[in-house]
């Protein structure tokens, strides 16, 4: 018995489909064994594993050896061992025979086993596109319900709040409860949060001014007294110069992070003179402000990782063809832009950046022969590559929440008209993030340098832009569109964290 016969290995972790072997024997005769390159045989799902004793491992071997396909006749059949690739690495040998009778019968025996060859390695690209697709939607799901989990928590603890909005009401509170004429907080740049500056109130002096008082207090407080009362400001050259109108002030820091920067302040009471009593009541405003500013930068950063792990996905699909580099975050930009110029605003713009960040997801199912492929693509090839859309759909659809991402994935190739794919839905039956993507995404492939074209000068994208409109682009995504500060864009792209520039691809 030939070397390694008596182990077999399952099959389904090496990318061979379940009963590949028994589906040839029945469609075409043809006997099919697999081997790991070390002539192990392999077992298929269902079989018993059992094998024969013949030569015929010697001719996987050889066939290992050569480092190409062998094939030879002899004893009544015609064999062939054919070596199987993944990512072009030898992962399997293939020994296929059918029984033969005369030189006719040898030759159509070869020819069979030609066509089964073909079949095998047909069969096993489309389990390993499988195989990826549902790793994506795997690794989309888990994002998803991570990021639905954190928007969940974040509405119950409310941190999905702008820290300016929270601010805002610590500071009306306390106002109203000191009885001053202002209170305002001031968040600095450099928390991880946008720097914020609110007031409750008439402030005694120019709001712009405020990040110099204050932070000229702060750098006077010492640690065993961190807290500002001062009721007499006309007679501090160094607080007081800032308007004749300030009288009295109380400065509180906001004890964020480990810089303890920002603060909250009052400023002047019409009738009577801050104390320590008003100071411990600002003190606990900036301590609940504090708590719910880390919780919220926690937030805002947790929100950024989920947002980072998609785009490694997204990045992954687009890495499959080296033209559209960068493609899906160009898009997902521009389409957060053409949303904003519609009145889109808050978490719906993050909703529609989502979309258009994972459009081309189907991709992940598409055969990169295809997505590399310069020039036209063949209608068969163009029916696998339009089908990008519904496989994008699929990996959407066992992820809660994400309806309308789903419905925007599977419709961006749409035409106003009916003309598009994979519907032929006509005007409004296109959902609206869908139109929105049908253009960023023309708009990216038009901006970019293909193979066969160079890319288009704006002015020349914006002309066929219009003269689409109306047929292929909705005529009020368009108008939002070519309202779009162009120069802000690329400086957009350049500013994303691929650090793109212009230019993408659309099939
Ligand atoms: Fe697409």
């Known amino acids: 018995m030939s070397q390694g016969l008596t182990t077999c290995l399952p099959a389904p972790r090496l990318g061979l489909p379940a009963g590949l072997a028994s589906e040839i024997l029945e469609r075409t005769g043809v006997e099919v064994a697999f081997y790991l390159p070390d002539g192990t045989r392999v077992r298929e799902e269902g079989g018993d594993g059992a094998e024969t004793a013949d030569a015929a491992p010697a001719l996987v071997l050889e066939a290992v050896r050569e480092n190409a396909d062998r094939l030879e006749g002899g004893a009544g059949e015609v064999r062939l061992a054919s070596l199987l690739r993944r990512r072009s690495r030898l992962v399997l040998v293939a020994l296929a025979r059918v029984p033969v009778s005369g030189p006719a019968g040898e030759g159509m025996g070869r020819q069979l086993l030609a066509a089964v060859a073909d079949l095998v390695r047909a069969r096993m690209a489309e389990a390993e596109t499988c195989r990826e697709r549902d790793q994506t939607t795997e690794a989309l799901t888990q994002c998803y319900e991570e990021?639905?989990?954190?928007?969940n928590l974040g509405e119950a603890l409310r941190v999905n709040r702008p820290v300016a909005e929270f601010l805002d009401d610590v500071c009306s509170a306390l106002r109203e409860t000191l009885g001053a004429e202002a209170v305002a907080a001031w968040l600095p740049a450099g928390t991880g949060l946008e720097p914020v500056t609110v007031v409750a109130g008439r402030l005694p002096c120019l709001v712009s001014d405020l990040p110099v008082l204050v932070g000229r207090v702060l750098a006077g407080l010492e640690p065993e007294k961190p807290v500002l009362i001062n009721n007499h400001l006309g007679d501090d050259p160094a607080l007081g110069g800032f308007s004749m109108a300030l009288e009295r002030l109380v400065v509180v820091p906001l004890p964020v992070g480990q810089e303890g920067a920002g603060a909250i302040a009052a400023f002047n009471r019409p009738g009577g003179e801050f104390g320590s009593a008003d100071a411990k009541l600002i003190r606990s405003g900036a301590s609940a402000s504090a708590v719910f500013i880390d919780n919220r930068r926690l937030y805002v950063q947790l929100q950024q990782l989920m947002l980072?792990?998609?785009h490694t996905l997204v990045s992954s699909v687009d890495a499959k063809d080296p033209y559209t580099c960068g493609h899906s975050t160009r898009v997902a930009i521009t389409c957060r832009e053409v949303a904003r110029g519609m009145g889109f605003a808050g978490d719906a713009l993050k909703e529609v950046y989502m979309a258009g960040l994972l459009h081309d997801i189907g991709k992940i199912g598409t055969p990169e022969a295809i997505l590399r492929k310069p020039g036209l693509l063949l209608p068969e090839e163009r029916d696998i590559m339009r089908r990008h859309v519904e496989v994008g759909?699929?990996?959407l659809s066992g992820i809660r929440r994400l309806e309308f991402i789903r419905e925007a994935v599977l419709y961006h190739h749409e035409h106003l008209?009916?003309?598009?794919?994979?519907?032929?839905l006509k005007g409004e039956a296109i959902p609206l993030v869908a139109r929105i993507i049908a253009?960023?995404?023309?708009?990216?492939?038009m901006t970019s340098n293909r193979p066969y074209r160079p890319m288009l000068p704006l002015e020349?994208?914006?002309r066929e832009i219009g003269r689409a409109t109306g047929t292929q682009f909705d005529p009020q995504v368009v108008r939002a569109f070519l309202g779009l500060d162009f120069g802000r864009l690329m400086q957009q792209f350049a500013d994303s964290p691929e650090k793109l520039r212009a230019g993408g691809s659309e099939k």
């Not at 990021?147 to 928007?151: A, D, G």
């Not at 253009?439 to 492939?445: G, H, Y």
């Open 439 to 445: 253009l960023a995404d023309a708009f990216d492939a």
């Open 460 to 462: 020349d994208v914006k």
């Open 417 to 424: 008209d009916g003309s598009g794919y994979p519907g032929g």
């Open 308 to 310: 980072d792990l998609v």
């Open 147 to 151: 990021i639905s989990l954190l928007h």
């Open 393 to 395: 759909g699929q990996i």
